[in-house]
């Protein structure tokens, strides 16, 4: 008994439990789950009979075991003319860093189950989020091909353009409750007054900017197959190639996170109590489902839209998703000069 008590307390150890379940097993998951989910409606809205009725009787999961498998076995194929560090060092640290700053978001209001200080977690999750694709460009520079090349700068100017409308639109909920702390934002939005209903202009700002960011139709540009192959990850095969378009939906993922925090309540309207599975597991599954459905609204846009060409996208951005943000971040100040949010 006393080692099965040392193992539950080992597993349930705030820290270990959110940088390994909340960190890695929960986007794991539910990447797999969306990725499942994308490919089904697609082929439904779409009539792409072969997706849609691959084993039907057990919802097309031979799909995804067969793509699995066919990662899995694939010859890495490494070109000569690349720089062979960087080029297989930047796809692994562009995932890994996709998933950090995942440390800094609270996941209940119960203050000792945070593994880090959450005073700033609002400005130390978004300066973490905006690391990883730096590496996603520098893959594609590595790559020494001039498709490779073509995307990586495609990433960096989509990079300039949507990463300010995504600071400003979640920074809009810290004017509003004039804290950096996340667990302030979501006790804010007690009682019903969630974010998206109080300032829609800012969510509607971040949920835009988070498509951006992450590639997802109808911007995903880098990757622009008729255009430029597959973008900076052109020459990546196997399971390299599979840790790249990973990572865009582990961004996506992480993002939902925030966005669930500022906007959506949080894990309200549950009110974490004693004990770790009423204090801090329960509360965790509520955001995770919350962060979820938002990546099926995300995923379901493939069905439904076309690809823009980057100068639209860029336009887009610049002339109407940038003032739309500074629209939302003013609504955040004036909703907190007039004593909107109590």
Known sequence: M???????????????????????????????????FERKTAARVQRRFGPLHVSPRIGGAIQLIADLMRYAFQEIIIPKTV??????IAPLTALVLSIVPVVAVPFTSVSHYWPIPMEY???????LSTISAIFIVLAGWASNNK??????????????????????????????TT???FVDVVLAQTGGKWFIILNPLA????????????????????ESE???????????????????MGAAYIKRFVY????TLAFLGGWLPYGPGDGFISGYLIPSLVIIVKATILMAVFSFLRAVYGRYRLDQALDFAWKLLFPLALMGFGLGLLEAYIGLIG
Do not use: C, H
């Open 2 to 36: 006393d080692v099965i008590d040392v193992i539950v307390k080992i597993i349930t150890w705030p820290p270990l439990w959110q940088l390994v379940v909340l960190g890695l097993v929960a986007p794991l998951g539910v990447v797999v789950g969306i990725l499942w």
């Open 83 to 88: 720089d062979k560090g960087v080029f297989l």
């Open 121 to 127: 977690s609002v400005l130390i999750s978004l300066a």
């Open 203 to 222: 969510f509607l700002a971040a949920f835009i900017s988070v498509l951006m960011a992450t590639s997802g139709f109808p911007f995903e540009i880098p």
């Open 147 to 176: 498709f490779s090349i073509i995307g990586g700068m495609r990433e960096a100017y989509m990079i300039t353009a949507y990463e300010l409308m995504i600071i400003l639109a979640i920074l809009s909920v810290s004017a509003m």
């Open 226 to 244: 008729n255009e430029v192959v597959a973008g900076p990850f052109t020459e990546y095969s196997g399971l390299l190639y599979g840790v790249n």
């Open 179 to 181: 804290s950096y702390n």
């Open 256 to 259: 939902s996170i925030f966005i």
